[in-house]
């Protein structure tokens, strides 16, 4: 089993930042890609940012420019930093992460969720 505790969230005003971190712990496992998505009230949840364990990035068109995922591979943790914050952002931000565990099994676990709003 592999656990990902989550933390930064929070409320803050439009144009202010935040800073999430989802660190990945468990017995014998290895990380490839981990990444953020998010899940607004009525909506469906979305991609936000992925990296790979190699460094390469992907983001949603609606946060590129304004957020920045990165990794610490040594820490198998990941960060987003959310810049220029719009209230659109508001939501439950998921954390991701899926690479194999054991004798090479694969996983795709998730995060508990972390509130993020950001009041007009």
């Known amino acids: 089993q592999v656990q990902l505790v989550e933390s930064g969230g929070g409320l803050v005003q439009a144009g202010g930042s935040l800073r999430l971190s989802c660190a990945a712990s468990g017995n014998r496992f290895r990380v490839n890609t981990m990444g953020w998505y998010r899940q607004a009230p009525g909506k469906q949840r979305e991609l936000v940012a992925i990296i790979t364990s190699g460094g390469s990035t992907n983001y949603a068109d609606s946060v590129k420019g304004r957020f920045t995922i990165s990794r610490d591979n040594a820490k198998n943790t990941v960060y987003l930093q959310m810049n220029s914050l719009k209230p659109e952002d508001t939501a439950v931000y998921y954390c991701?992460?899926?690479?194999?565990?054991?004798?090479?099994?694969?996983?795709?676990?998730w995060g508990q969720g972390t509130q993020v709003t950001v009041s007009s």
């Open positions: 991701n992460a899926e690479g194999t565990r054991g004798f090479g099994i694969p996983y795709n676990y």
